[in-house]
């Protein structure tokens, strides 16, 4: 029986991967207050498909894809708590791209009008989403796509 999330034990290949993404969301952050988003995400691909982009974080092949955006998303969540969703995309962002494959970075608001405003990010391969539920994206009108 595998254990909650919440209690799961990390190997040490997860944990040197956590810790260069908890950096990486780092950068992003500071990436964030500096330049405009567009040019971030340009900047993401950029770094993606270069050579160290290819292969960072470092240890990055010796779990799944699967688990390591699980990881993204955990590392972004870790310094940004819920309002994370920015950050993990773009981290998730660069990880797919880096190993090759088309991903886009996705930006929708809130379509229900007597809900606060609320805006989401994430990212789609394939048109698919990734690591998100179809239902809550079903809540959001996409705004804009890189």
Known sequence: MTQPASRRRYTVTEL???????STVALIELQLRLVSLPRLVRWVRGAAISWWGRRLPLGRRGVGRARLLQLAGSAARLS?????CLRQSLLRLWLLLGEGEEAELVIGVRRDAAEPFGAHAWVEHGQLPVNEPAAQLARYAELVRY
């Open 80 to 84: 940004h708590g819920s309002n994370a």
């Open 16 to 22: 040197a991967l956590a810790l260069q993404l908890v």
